[in-house]
């Protein structure tokens, strides 16, 4: 009796490994197994390659997270944007400039433009040229120490230890708001730019949007924060604010979060096209310490040429073209300092919206080109 009930013990596990649903669960958990890892091992892999480590990729996606860097119960992160090292237009030109602080314990972020027109000294030469040159001059020719130097001269125009710096070019932008699903941003008025793209009929030669909401993928995004021409670079500067708070709320939203695809792209986006100087650990730190601050209170602040903005042309010619300077005086910058330093504390800049312009312009021989669309193949 027992010899029987072993045998048919037997034929019975035979029989279960042999069932088409098994191997097909098993099949499909392989499949998961090996997707997870793979996940694991890019992430892994573009933290480190953003960051310039050259950890195991692995290690680096399971290490722990650490505390970011604080000076006075704020992490300062400074955010650059570029054409690309690729462009031969003034590629590695910083020609956005964005101090973002964090202070968790009270729930607030500041975003602080400062403008690329900023005459300044060089850091570390005897050169002087407009700020957004800074990057250009110390990332060129091998000596990759644009980070470094822009953290120097930024923190010596706020007054504030900068903590970290994050630069991302045209593509990477670009990339990233269709990552995201594009970002949703609302406009009392038209919209236009009719000069600015007509050269290479970048953005679709003449680029307009509509007032209301307007959802905007990679491209119009993209076009929207450069665009000046017609307003201004400050204007440029409100714009771009704009467009990074509306990117922060998709980001963190959970629709986002919960996406594989969407976070899959999100690391194609930021892996070849950005870099800062934070490490994976203190990347982490950052998603974990940023993504808990729940309805944090956003303060926006954009230096500019007028009085409260606290800059001025200056009244001799410095071969540059147009360039700024502190009203408290060249290389004077105690006054902007101030404001940094009391960002969270002072009256809130009440004109920090971008501004409403007048009226759809026609189009004429100025602008060469019909198209509204905004969109275009080449954003460079």
Known sequence: MNSGKTKETGRSRKKFYQKK????????????????????????????KISGGDGNPISTLFGGAVDLQEQEGRTNILLLGMRGADDPHGGLLADSIILLSINQ???KVA????????????????ERGKLNSVYAHWESGGKKQGIAKMEDMIGQIAGLKINYAIAINFEGFQQLIDAVGGVDIHLS????????????NECGGTFTLPAGTNHLDGTKALCYVRAREQTSDFDRSKRQQVVLKALETKMLSLGTLADFSKINNILNAIGDNVTTDMTPDEMKGLYGQYGNMKDAQIVQRVFENSEKGLLEVPAANTGLGYVLVPRAGQDNYSQMQEACRNVFVDEAQKDVDPVVQSGLPTTGSETKSTSKTGTSTSSK
Request: charged letters at 15%; zero cysteines; hydrophobic letters at 50%.
């Open 21 to 48: 649903w098994f191997w097909g669960v098993a099949a499909v958990l392989l499949l998961v197994l090996v997707a997870v890892g793979v996940f694991a091992y890019k992430t892994g892999y573009m933290l480190n």
């Open 105 to 107: 314990k009270d729930n």
């Open 111 to 126: 975003l602080i433009s400062i403008p690329r027109d900023l005459y300044v000294q060089i850091p570390g030469t005897e």
């Open 189 to 200: 008025k038209t919209f236009y730019e009719t000069k600015q793209f007509v050269e290479g």
